[in-house]
């Protein structure tokens, strides 16, 4: 039983989005190479995603590699997918027979083939699974998306007066998901890194000082206590405002 279920009235977020940030920052401050860094937060996603299942999270994305960090060192960008393959050569028996359901997002045509082979082979193995559905956000860019989701409009001839936030959401590939109501974000930046940037509209923001390899299970429970106490409106006005006006 999850704590979702044991506590139902709790404010819980059916969709976890997570920008692990902070590795190479971790690594300078002991000393070490970036590739270490990164080494350790590979290590952090285990407990993170234990903790959330433990919660009853629907469905966490997390964000691993953007269409951005191609500009980093060749080495790093080889340490990033050497790791990336580790990971999933490790976990992938453990997380399908906890029912995990592995999804990919982004654009993986340009992921090296023996990645691509590990990814979609990991992604057929979990897709009967009916757990926590995992997205492994890699080579992933918002603004990609969007303008992918664009162009298929178009060669479609929609006629405009059709075009609908619903239709457009279609052609995303989180078209399946619900939004993300909570997005976390290691490593004491405060942005969104062209992440999701149409699935977190609404979402609530939580910031961590913390450098994504020192963040660990009870940090995932502080966040989500910080969610459980937001009033989430969504640009209405809380019927609790509205009672006390009435009331004047």
């Known amino acids: 039983m999850t704590e979702a279920d044991k506590n139902p009235k709790v404010n819980f977020p059916k969709h976890v989005a997570i920008i692990m940030d902070g590795n190479g920052r971790w690594a300078a401050e002991r000393g070490l190479e ?5 080494r350790a ?3 952090s996603i285990r407990p993170v995603i234990q903790r959330l299942g433990d919660h009853g999270v629907p469905v966490v994305t997390l964000f691993g590699f953007s269409t951005e960090n191609w500009g980093r ?9 050497r790791l990336s393959g580790h990971f999933i050569d490790q976990y992938l028996d453990e997380l399908h027979n906890s029912e995990v359901r592995l999804q990919h997002l982004g654009q993986i045509d340009a992921l090296p083939d ?22 492994l956000a890699f080579n992933y860019g918002a603004r990609a998306e969007i ?9 479609r001839n929609i006629p405009t007066a059709e075009i609908t936030e619903s239709l457009f959401e279609s052609f ?4 399946d998901l619900p939004p993300v109501d909570l997005l976390i974000r290691t490593g004491n930046s405060r ?5 999701l940037l149409w699935q977190v509209a609404y979402a609530e923001i939580y910031f ?10 009870e940090d995932v429970d502080n966040a989500l206590a910080e969610y459980a106490q937001t009033q989430r409106t969504f640009g209405l006005v809380p019927e609790t405002m509205i009672s006390s006006t009435e009331a004047r």
């Open 147 to 155: 303008v992918h989701a664009v162009r298929e409009v178009v060669e």
């Open 34 to 38: 970036r590739k270490d860094g990164h």
């Open 172 to 175: 995303l590939q989180t078209t």
């Open 114 to 135: 023996w990645l691509v082979n590990k990814v979609e082979a990991a992604v057929e193995k979990t897709r009967p699974n009916s757990g926590m559905i995992l997205n």
């Open 41 to 43: 937060g590979a290590e």
């Open 208 to 217: 961590s000082k913390l450098y994504w390899p020192d963040f660990g299970a």
């Open 73 to 81: 060192p060749q080495f790093e960008v080889d340490a990033i997918f």
């Open 191 to 195: 942005r969104i890194s062209n992440f």
